[in-house]
Nanobody, 125 residues
Framework: QVQLVESGGGSVQTGGSLRLSCQASLSVPEDRYKSRYRGWFRQTPGKQREGVALIARGGLTLYESSVQGRFTISQDNAKNIVYLDMNNLKPNDTAMYYC???????????????WGQGTQVTVSA
């Protein structure tokens, strides 16, 4: 089992920056021979959850096109923390941001089995 806890959300103005963190806690040691992807997703009321960025255990990253060049995902494997640095934030980045863990190289949230509770990001004009 994996528990994920997000932090770092808040309210900023357009053009501002935020850093989200996702702390993972594992009940058993990871099988390092299995694929593992941790990603950031976001959701607004009435809409489906969408993938923003993911990072593989080895460091491979993938971004949704609207955040490419503005957001950076990184990780500290020793501490089991994944970060999302968000720069040049825009009002349509406003959403609840979730951390997820899965075993497929995809931003489709259906392939993620473990989720955190989310952290709210609000960007005002």
């Amino acid at each position: 089992q994996v528990q994920l806890v997000e932090s770092g959300g808040g309210s900023v103005q357009t053009g501002g920056s935020l850093r989200l963190s996702c702390q993972a806690s594992l009940s058993v040691p990871e099988d390092r021979y299995k694929s593992r992807y941790r990603g950031w997703f976001r959701q607004t009321p009435g809409k489906q959850r969408e993938g923003v960025a993911l990072i593989a255990r080895g460091g491979l990253t993938l971004y949704e096109s609207s955040v490419q060049g503005r957001f950076t995902i990184s990780q500290d494997n020793a501490k089991n923390i994944v970060y999302l640095d968000m720069n040049n934030l825009k009002p349509n980045d406003t959403a609840m941001y979730y951390c997820g863990q899965g075993t497929a190289l995809t931003l489709d949230p259906n392939y993620y089995s473990f989720w955190g509770q989310g952290t709210q990001v609000t960007v005002s004009a």
